[in-house]
Each structure stands twice: as C-alpha cells, then as structure tokens.
T-cell receptor, first 115, second 115 residues
Framework: QKEVEQDPGPLSVPEGAIVSLNCTYSNSAFQYFMWYRQYSRKGPELLMYTYSSGNKEDGRFTAQVDKSSKYISLFIRDSQPSDSATYLCAMSANAGGTSYGKLTFGQGTILTVHP | DADVTQTPRNRITKTGKRIMLECSQTKGHDRMYWYRQDPGLGLRLIYY???????NKGEISDGYSVSRQAQAKFSLSLESAIPNQTALYFC??????????????FGPGTRLTVL
C-alpha cells in the first residue's frame, strides 16, 4: 500500500463547476499538507499549504485536512479553463522526524475544465 | 529569470551512455532534491541534499549518482543509461525552516529518453 493515494482521474468538468480533489494517506506522522499544480511541460508549483487539521481558503481554492480520517481535499470553486492541469497532493512529517524535509507525493489527478 | 533552472530541457540518448543533468538555483536555499516523474507513479525522490556535505539516497537511487558542487548547484548522473530511466526529471529546492515544513520549489524539468 502506498503512503499516499490519489485518484489519477482524469477528471473533466464544465467551466464554473465545483471541483473536489482528494488524497488519503496512511502515515500518521504527516503534519504538513500541500497541493501542487502542474501545467503541461512545466514543473509543479505550490498552490496551497496547510499545517495539521482544518481548512484554508485562498480565493477560489479551499484546502481541507482531516487528520482523524487521514484525508485531505482541495476544492476549486467556479472552475476555469486555466485551472486545467495536474494536481498533486504532497505531505511531510513534523520537524525532528526522520523524514523531515522530504515530501511524499500522490500520483496526481489530471483535471480538464472545458468551456 | 527562473529561480530554479535545469539543463538540458530535453535529451535523447542511447543505452549505456553516461548522462548528466544539471540544476542551478538562485533562491539561496540550502536543500536540493532530484525527482523523477512517471505516468501513474507521481513524483519519486531519487536523491536529496540538505547542504553541500550532506547527500542522501531517496526511494529510487539505484542507477543514479549525484554531486553537490556548491550550495546553488546539484547535478544528477546516470552512469550507464537504460531505457527504463526514460522519464521526466525534476530538481527542487527548499529552505530549512525550524519547526516547519520544507516547501519545495521545482525547476521546469528535463525530459530524458533512453533508446
């Protein structure tokens, strides 16, 4: 079993839809949770970052972390064609752990938003 | 100018050849990483370096070696390339943050094809 599982999709939605992207994980040491966005032929770029459980909102994007369920989500409201990309979740353990500094990534979900 | 640069951007080589991929960064970060990305497998860590004198194997280091020539430069070598090393390779950097997570910043990637 992989430490981080992410549905690879692909996911295709109409413009304006609400998109939900999800990851589950098995390592209870993970404390830091990130979402990266990767456009075609580009490197991943950090989109959202959260620490421990809770919600974080940034414009049309909301990241949720439920540590009790080992489940994280990224919601995109009013999706736009420019949101079409691969979305990767990533997580790391707290400071002092042997895996500190190393990110574990999900497989990535390919999202297409069509006009 | 890009903060993390990779050269070359594309490379086609033959089985058995030695290949070096280079990464430079102007972010002033002390930590650097090499990943490979394969469809359906996400990003997998090859090697990471927390400073010039500290180099560590990642989850898939076999067949690869690295050199940290300076804080800003980290190169990845394939001593004898084989076809299953065909992949997209990313360099990333991060700053060590006491008590916090390493947010990683990625280069644009090198697409390597081994025939």
């Amino acid at each position: 079993q992989k430490e981080v599982e992410q549905d690879p999709g692909p996911l295709s939605v109409p413009e304006g839809a609400i998109v939900s992207l999800n990851c589950t994980y098995s390592n209870s040491a993970f404390q830091y949770f990130m979402w990266y966005r990767q456009y075609s032929r580009k490197g991943p770029e950090l989109l959202m970052y959260t620490y421990s459980s809770g919600n974080k909102e940034d414009g049309r994007f909301t990241a949720q972390v439920d540590k009790s369920s080992k489940y994280i989500s990224l919601f995109i409201r009013d999706s736009q064609p420019s949101d079409s990309a691969t979305y990767l979740c990533a997580m790391s353990a707290n400071a002092g752990g042997t895996s500190y500094g190393k990110l574990t990534f999900g497989q990535g979900t390919i999202l297409t938003v069509h006009p | 100018d890009a903060d993390v640069t990779q050269t070359p951007r594309n490379r086609i080589t033959k089985t058995g050849k030695r290949i070096m991929l280079e990464c430079s960064q102007t972010k002033g970060h002390d930590r650097m990483y090499w990943y490979r990305q394969d469809p359906g497998l996400g990003l997998r860590l090859i090697y990471y370096s927390f400073d010039v004198k500290d180099i560590n194997k990642g989850e898939i280091s076999d067949g690869y070696s690295v050199s940290r020539q300076a804080q800003a430069k980290f190169s990845l070598s394939l001593e004898s390339a084989i076809p299953n090393q065909t992949a997209l390779y990313f360099c990333a950097t991060s700053a060590s943050v006491a008590g916090g997570s390493d947010t990683q910043y990625f280069g644009p990637g090198t697409r390597l094809t081994v025939l």
